[in-house]
């Protein structure tokens, strides 16, 4: 499986010990929490929390359906403006979104109402009869959607709302993209991320072929011949690299991969873990590395980081939960070189310390530090995976593809979004909210140009 | 330390806490844990002619608020269910225990003056303190013609208050029914006939909430439910204003008056002892909490009489009555204006969107630069309804700001714009 760390010991906990490491880092809340938590929402207007939801849910509503009891209402509350609304409730970090912006996190208030949860409680206990929503008229148009991710998945499920036929390719065996394949187990437990998907598709209109990715066995230029409209949702497929001589050697993996050999294993005893690990990076991905590793039984796991905790893009209640986990968090140090034992294999991180210059710009001050390491994991970002569109001149803003205000490439008829675009930030909801603003905009030009012909 | 002892219609208690007619006074083992946890008196469970009445299962329904808080209560329990025997002994036996404690026993039998001779002794020979007249139960006995059948007719009143004066020689106070259409007419009865005291409210008709999947309302007694008797803080409301209205009525002027209704805190107490009560009697937040509150409702009465310099109640009793007017009295010149307290708004527009819909358009909503909004008063709109300060969650933050308009007092019957003003 994981061939650059065959080297390692798996896991040596039981398969129930381990099962136990890795269940709901938040459980959910009982219908009393529930009542509890939905009855402290001031239910206010023009609510602050709504104006910081990437994907504008009505929050006030949902929790004010909650609180009269009427958990479908409120489920389909969240569902219309984000159809992937029980995955962020899961993987949002509400902390800085919605919960952040709660006119009762406020020290007079004693804290946030609990958004996530309450979102996560509605959409784990609606019980429709049938699919919540129902499609329009049929348009005779068929868009394929590339990536069955967030983005892709909430493009495709808006746009067979209006009325469309719609065939998702995805590139992997199972849909659901980082939802699936890239966030820590214990965020999207019982398998969520597949129930979720198969609650999406019973809107009907949708295919899904999997094992077909851009670049390879699947060209834009034939999607552009054959489909009405196009729509990429292809994530940041490749990892940054340290740039380090070493960077192949056993013992040195992206963090993504190894997160998405670990989301897919039957058996968490069959993973390697290294005793000794080192996580370099900043951002959730990195926490989750760190986290996970921590909890499959290693000794040791440090998170390294060449700025200030204030600079990290995880959030300080992701430091947190780092932190519980005994996870050390090493900043201002970058890396500098992987030392190897006799065997090529990696021994340990070699780090150079660092501050900020006179004018701001980060500068290695020469002090090394080395970190012993069985295993280490760059988690610095993903970039754009540049063998998925060489067939094609698409338009780029750095790493990203550059859309225009109605997800527009520069390509005709062909659509972006989620964390491939330039706006992109990384998060699923923003992800979510690309995907259905894409679809309202695939469809209108879509519908547009019916009328003009 | 204020003194909280009370001699309320000739009966003397050491405070003026005492629980109402109901379940928590049904017989001596509760009335002995009331008097233990501090009560200074109670009102036994209406007796009433043998055969005893007879209860059915499931008497009880609520409505909540948010916090799942009851915030009103309704009942279909009769009176006592068990004979009389039982309770006469029970009630001579308290009384000799607990000699400092006020004990009323209430009383309902049939509209006949032999009804009446013959239980008047009989309670008068326990050494209660007095009788306490079941003019006002909503629900079951008004339909064997007792309860509220006599309360809502207020020559029956007067005709029975009248009986009672004359077959005993214990104080009367005459209970009343809320579900009337001007309080004032039962209470001039109960004071022609004679009475003592009145004590007021009963509860009032009611149906708290239906089961949607049956199709019935609560409480649920085998498919099927009746109205009840509410009662709870709900209901506080209705009852203060009847008490005002009682304490005002110049023809029952000084008779004294024991409130009901809602009071589960001191300061329910004290509101209601403020408008004329000299007495208070207290049923659903004992029968949800306990009979401990009465500890914390003795306490903080006694601190806040201290803090006001009032060292007994007959020092506060009454003294908003003279504030409680007729519309037509209020000061058409007076004038009050919302002011928010930036530094205490916590943005969520709850006054903005109140007065926009439904006010007088006097707040506005301005976005500030970090996507927050801020909340100002136009003061030149606002005409200071409350409702701004009433839907703010934040204590304190909403302040009605009286305004020095130059004006002096002027009421509607001087007011130039009312056509049927009195002439100057």
């Known amino acids: ?453 | 330390m204020a003194d909280l002892s009370i001699n309320f219609a000739g009966i003397k208690a050491p405070n003026p806490f005492w629980l109402a007619s109901a379940p928590p006074t049904d017989k001596a083992y509760n009335v002995v844990r009331a008097y233990e946890a501090g009560w200074g008196g109670v009102v036994w469970k209406t007796l009433g002619e043998d055969p005893a009445a007879v209860n059915v299962s499931s008497r009880y329904s609520a409505i909540y608020g948010k916090n799942k808080e009851v915030l009103g209560f309704n009942n279909i329990e009769l009176i006592t269910d068990r004979s009389l025997e039982i309770n006469l002994r029970e009630i001579e036996q308290v009384k000799k225990d607990w000699p400092d404690r006020a004990l009323v026993v209430s009383l309902m039998v049939p509209c006949e003056e032999e009804s009446w001779k013959y239980i008047l002794p009989l309670v008068e020979a326990t050494g209660a303190d007095g009788i306490e007249l079941n003019f006002g139960c909503p629900h079951g006995m008004p339909e064997r013609g007792m309860g509220a059948a006599v309360g809502q007719v207020p020559e029956y009143v007067e005709m029975v208050t009248r009986w009672c004066k004359t077959y005993s020689k214990m104080p009367v106070i005459v209970k009343l029914t809320p579900n009337i259409t001007d309080i004032r007419g039962p209470a001039r009865a109960a004071y022609n006939g004679g009475a003592d005291a009145v004590s007021l409210i009963n509860t009032i008709n009611s149906i708290t909430s239906i089961d949607l999947d049956q199709m019935v309302a609560r409480p649920i007694v085998g498919g099927r439910s009746t109205h009840g008797g509410y009662c709870g803080p709900a209901v506080k409301p209705i009852a203060m204003n009847m008490v005002a209205e009682i304490a005002r009525d110049p023809a029952t002027a000084g008779i004294p008056i024991s409130g009901i209704g809602g009071i589960g805190s001191w300061r329910d107490a004290a509101e209601f002892i403020a408008l004329g009560a000299s007495s208070v009697q207290v049923c659903t937040a004992a029968m949800l909490y306990g009979f401990r509150i009465v500890e914390e409702m003795k306490d903080g009465l006694s601190r806040w009489m201290d803090e006001k310099g009032y060292n007994s109640i007959a020092d506060f009793s009454g003294k908003a009555i003279p504030n409680t007017t007729d519309w037509k009295y209020l000061d058409m010149n007076y004038k009050v204006i919302a002011q928010i307290d930036q530094d205490k708004c916590i943005g969520c527009g709850r006054c903005y969107i109140a007065c926009e819909d439904t006010s007088h358009q006097s707040i506005a909503n301005l976005l500030q630069d970090n996507g927050t909004h801020k909340y100002e008063v136009k003061e030149e709109e606002c005409v200071g309804c409350n409702l701004c300060q009433i839907t703010c969650p934040v204590t304190d933050c909403i302040t009605m700001v009286p305004q020095d308009t130059g004006e002096p007092y002027m009421n509607w019957t001087q007011d130039p714009r009312n056509p049927f003003r009195e002439a100057s």
């Open chain 1, 1 to 453: 499986m994981i061939k650059s760390l065959s080297h390692l010991p798996t896991a040596e906990a039981s398969q129930d010990a381990l099962a136990g490491q890795f269940t709901d880092l938040h459980p959910p809340l009982n219908q009393r929490q529930a009542e509890i938590e939905s009855a402290r929402c001031l239910y206010c207007y023009d609510a602050p929390c709504v104006n910081a939801c990437p994907s504008d849910i009505n929050i006030p509503r949902f929790i004010r359906n909650i609180a009269q009891d009427n958990i479908n209402g409120a489920a389909q509350t969240i569902l219309e403006s984000n159809i992937l609304g029980g995955s962020c409730a899961r993987v949002c970090p509400t902390e800085v979104l919605c919960e952040q912006a709660c006119v009762r996190n406020h020290s007079d208030e004693c804290e946030p109402v609990k958004i996530g949860l309450l979102q996560r409680y509605a959409t784990d206990n609606m019980q429709f009869s049938s699919h919540p929503f129902k499609r329009a008229a049929a348009t005779g148009k068929t868009i394929a959607v590339v990536g069955a991710g967030p983005a892709g998945l909430s493009c495709a499920h808006r746009l067979a709302m209006l009325g469309n036929q719609v065939v998702i390719f995805e590139a992997q065996s199972k849909p659901g993209g980082l939802n699936e394949y890239g966030i820590a187990k214990y965020k999207m437990t019982d398998n969520f991320a597949q129930k979720e998907v198969e609650f999406l598709l019973q809107i009907g209109g949708i295919e899904l072929r999997y094992g077909l990715a851009l670049g390879h066995n699947l060209s834009l230029q034939e999607l552009q011949k054959d489909y009405d409209a196009v729509f990429l949702g292809i994530g940041l497929g490749a990892s940054r690299q340290l740039g380090l001589t070493g960077e192949d050697a056993p013992g040195l993996m992206a963090a993504v991969d190894y997160i998405k050999e670990l989301r897919q294993a039957d058996d968490l005893t069959t993973l390697p873990v290294a005793k000794r690990a080192v996580v370099i990076g900043a951002g959730n991905t990195a926490i989750d590395m760190a986290v996970q590793m921590a909890r499959l039984g290693a000794d040791q796991v440090t998170l390294v980081y060449r700025r200030g905790t204030e600079s990290m893009s995880a959030t300080e209640h992701e430091q947190d939960i780092a932190k519980a986990n005994q996870v050390k968090i090493v900043t201002w140090a970058q890396p500098k070189e992987v030392l190897l034992d006799d065997s090529g294999k990696v021994s340990a991180m070699r780090f150079e310390k660092t501050v900020l210059d006179a004018s701001g710009k980060l500068t290695g001050t020469g002090e090394l530090l080395d970190i012993p390491a069985d295993g280490v994991f760059k988690a610095i970002g993903q970039t754009f995976d540049e063998s998925s569109l060489n067939d094609v001149n698409l338009g780029r803003d750095g790493d990203r593809i550059r859309i225009d205000d109605g997800f527009r490439t520069s390509l005709s008829g062909v659509y972006a979004g989620g964390d491939c675009v330039a706006p992109g930030e990384d998060l699923t909801v923003q992800a979510v909210q690309h995907g259905k603003l894409a679809a309202m905009s695939i469809h209108q030009d879509l519908m547009t140009n019916v009328e003009a012909a």
